[in-house]
Each structure stands twice: as structure tokens, then as C-alpha cells.
């Protein structure tokens, strides 16, 4: 079995990674003058968390079989992932210069065929927990004990698709999978509000995933003590359930200037902007 990066309960080290990857994201969406940066921001601390100290990966062995699963449902948050990837090991930071150009491997979506380090292609929203919930079931089948995680956003949970994955995940009792809800509140398109920005017409959203036969565990998306505990308590209980896992995040995270913000859902930065948010992300990292 293959150790993961960062042994449990040192958060200090997840918190210089995280603090790293996010930077690297700006650096990288500036770079390319495209690509998304709110749901990125929102979704790092997760991806720290899950590449550094839950999975069962090895970036040496991308395509091992008894490798934990990840699928990444919101695709065009790619750059967070990328950004994890490379520090974790699976390609050299220097290759994060070729996001979203021609030719890259890391495209503006993730496609499984271009980099090895990747469980699915995705960018439809909606169809990430199907893929999920095959592999989940290939695992059973095949006696092999990984586990698939799959990351949504909260606005892909509009489409119908996630629903009749989740009411089959569950009718199987597939135990070894686990979803993660991005609950950052402000998907790119909802139910219009009154004022200017978009209202999250989510109600309920841990009743729902209950009312589907889910084990439903909720957790602060960006207190890596607390993301570290929750995603080894779903990954570890085992009841004939799936498991969601709830996660309450800020849309641009780590940006004054970008943090609940609507219109940094994916817009490029100008070298000012740039420099602002590298200036406020490396003085939010010193102790």
C-alpha cells in the first residue's frame, strides 16, 4: 500500500501547501489569461487534504490498481487539481506554465487521455458520480479494497443526473464511495435574486442527500484539521452506505477582493490583480 504525502494531524505542513497552491493558481490563470479562479480557490483546501493525506495514490504509479479514485465532477475548477497534482509528484510544477495552452496536457477540462495522473475526463457538469459509481462498483466486483471520492459543485447539484447517480449509489449500498459537495453558495448560474448576484436554490441540501440513503457528514471546506478528520471518519466507517461529505467553503478563498464575489467565477486577472493577490496569499501564510 502506498503512504500518503503527509502523515494525520500535520496541518501546519497542509496549511504551506495549500498556501502554495493557491498561489500557484493565480499564477497559473494569469499566465494563461484564462481558466477560473473562485471555484478553484474554494475547492484547494480539500484537494490538500485528500492528495497529501487520505488517498491511497503514488505519483510514481499513476496507473495502480489498487489506487484510490478521484474524480473531479467540476471540472472547470481543473487548475486547483493540476496545481495538487504537481506538488504531490505526478508532473513538474514547471509544466503548470502550459495550462489551457495548445498541445498541453492540462487543459482548460480535465481529459483523462492527455494526463496519466487522471480518473476521468470531465466538464459536463452533473455526470461525475455516474463514472464514480462504476468504479465504486468495479472495486466490489473485482475484490479490490480502494475507495472512489468524487468532488461536485454545489450548482451542478441542479442537474437530475446527480440525483438518479445518488439514488443508485445507494440502492447498491456502495460503501466505498464517497462525495464531496464544494458548498461555496455561488454557482455560475441559479435562480435569480433580487439584487445582483445569484441565489443558491439548494434547501436542504444535507436532508436531501439523506432522503437518497447517503450518510451525510458536513465540515468547514478550508480548516484542514477538520477536513482531515472528516474524510478519514467517511472513509473509514462502513455501514451499506455512501457518504457525502457537506463541504461549507468561501467562492474565492484566500482573496479579499475575490471571496464571495460572483464575477471571479472565471474572468483573467491584469498584472495588478495578479500582484494584490500574491501580495495578500503570501502574507496570509506567515505564521
Not at 497552491?21 to 494569469?30: D, P, W
Not at 447498491?172 to 448576484?197: M, T
Not at 436532508?207 to 484542514?224: I, Q, S, T
Amino acid at each position: 500500500m502506498a503512504a500518503v504525502g503527509v502523515p494525520s494531524g500535520e496541518s501546519q505542513t497542509l496549511r504551506a501547501v495549500a498556501g502554495e497552491a493557491r498561489r500557484l493558481i493565480v499564477q497559473s490563470v494569469h499566465r494563461a489569461q484564462a481558466g477560473h479562479l473562485g471555484g478553484p480557490l474554494s475547492a484547494v483546501d480539500v484537494l490538500v487534504a485528500l492528495y497529501f493525506q487520505i488517498l491511497r495514490v503514488d505519483p510514481a504509479r499513476p496507473d495502480w490498481p489498487e489506487r484510490d479514485r478521484f474524480i473531479l465532477s467540476k471540472g472547470h475548477s481543473c487548475i486547483a487539481l493540476y496545481v495538487v497534482l504537481a506538488l504531490r509528484g505526478y508532473f513538474p510544477l514547471e509544466e503548470l506554465a502550459t495550462f489551457d495552452a495548445i498541445n498541453s496536457r492540462l487543459q482548460g477540462h480535465p481529459d483523462m487521455t492527455a494526463l496519466p495522473a487522471l480518473d476521468m475526463s470531465t466538464g459536463s457538469l452533473g455526470q461525475g458520480l455516474s463514472p464514480g459509481i462504476g468504479m465504486a462498483l468495479g472495486a466490489r466486483r473485482r475484490g479490490l479494497g480502494f475507495r472512489t471520492y468524487v468532488m461536485l459543485g454545489d450548482g451542478e447539484l441542479q442537474e437530475g443526473q446527480v440525483w438518479e447517480a445518488a439514488f443508485v449509489a445507494a440502492r447498491y449500498g456502495l460503501e466505498n464511495l464517497v462525495a464531496i459537495v464544494d458548498h461555496n453558495r455561488l454557482p455560475q448560474y441559479s435562480w435569480p435574486a433580487e439584487d445582483e448576484g445569484r441565489l443558491l436554490y439548494q434547501p436542504e441540501i444535507a436532508a436531501r442527500w439523506a432522503a437518497f440513503g447517503w450518510r451525510v457528514l458536513e465540515m468547514d471546506g478550508h480548516d484542514l484539521d477538520e477536513i482531515g478528520e472528516t474524510l478519514a471518519y467517511a472513509g473509514e466507517q462502513v455501514d451499506g452506505r455512501p457518504t457525502v461529505v457537506i463541504a461549507h467553503t468561501v467562492k474565492g478563498k484566500g482573496v479579499s477582493f475575490m471571496e464571495n464575489a460572483f464575477a471571479w467565477h472565471a474572468r483573467p486577472l491584469t498584472d495588478a490583480e495578479r500582484d494584490q493577490a500574491l501580495a495578500e496569499l503570501t502574507e496570509g501564510a506567515r505564521p
